[in-house]
């Protein structure tokens, strides 16, 4: 694509991000239909099962078209059936019996006992994608050496910890002219649907259809400028 990869924009060799605040909530809006679709509205419900930054592809609009396919399953309704599954290439990994599938640092917990490739797997996926933009950190940052991952870092931080976190986020993306107000309560947001989607029992993580909804909603008023009128 002619804008590569999420991953390119959000870890450049210069280590300056080249997406900005609009973009990222773009990014994640169009993340967000992506799924929800193959989650529900495809003639087949397919659960990707391998999201992330490398995964995500740009054209020349900075448009996200979710990619990759490779080890991706076809789902029944009920996403505790059995569901085959398909080996994919490092850094990868799939189990021969269908237990774990995905990538380090974005693989949904319940996949590491025994349960099948569902989309709620992807919805835990989007959730971290979700933290690591806004933190900018990745899932597999030295800082969670410790054990804890990035939904358990962020976690610790709320909710009257998060101040330093917000205003790295608004300074990495960089300066808008419109509301300071709702531009932070807009990163908190995402940070809290980022924890509600990692949650630790799939059964509580939101749909991919409501999430999102909640990204449309935010896209809309960052390309409204009567909405964000400066204080």
């Not at 799939?94 to 349960?115: F, K, Q, V």
């Not at 919805?123 to 690591?132: A, C, K, N």
Request: with cysteine; charged share 20%; proline share 6%.
């Amino acid at each position: 694509m002619q804008n590569g990869s999420l991953e390119d924009h959000l870890y450049p060799n210069d280590g300056l991000s080249r997406v900005n605040l609009i973009q990222m909530v773009r990014i994640l809006s169009d993340v967000a239909e992506g799924l929800a679709y193959l989650h529900n509205y495809a003639p087949v419900k397919v659960a990707h099962c391998d999201l992330k930054p490398s995964n995500i592809l740009l054209d020349d609009d900075m448009n996200a078209i979710v990619s990759d396919f490779g080890i991706a399953k076809l789902v029944q309704d009920q996403d505790h059936e059995k569901i085959p599954m398909a080996s994919g290439e490092p850094p990868s990994v799939s189990s021969t019996d269908g237990l774990l599938c995905g990538s380090i640092g974005y693989i949904a917990p319940e996949y590491g006992m025994g349960r099948r490739a569902s989309t709620q797997g992807d919805v835990y996926s989007f959730g971290v994608l979700l933290l690591e933009m806004v933190t900018r950190k990745r899932p597999t940052n030295v800082l969670f050496d410790d054990g804890s991952s990035l939904h358990e870092w962020v976690k610790s931080q709320y909710p009257h910890r998060l101040e330093p976190i917000i205003k790295e986020a608004l300074l990495a993306y960089g300066p808008m002219s419109s509301s300071s107000k709702l531009l932070h309560d807009m990163i908190l947001e995402l940070i809290e649907l980022g924890l509600i989607c990692t949650q630790y029992n799939p059964s509580t993580r939101p749909t991919m259809v409501d999430v999102a909804h909640e990204m449309a909603t935010w896209k809309e008023y960052l390309f409204r400028p009567s909405d964000l009128s400066t204080e």
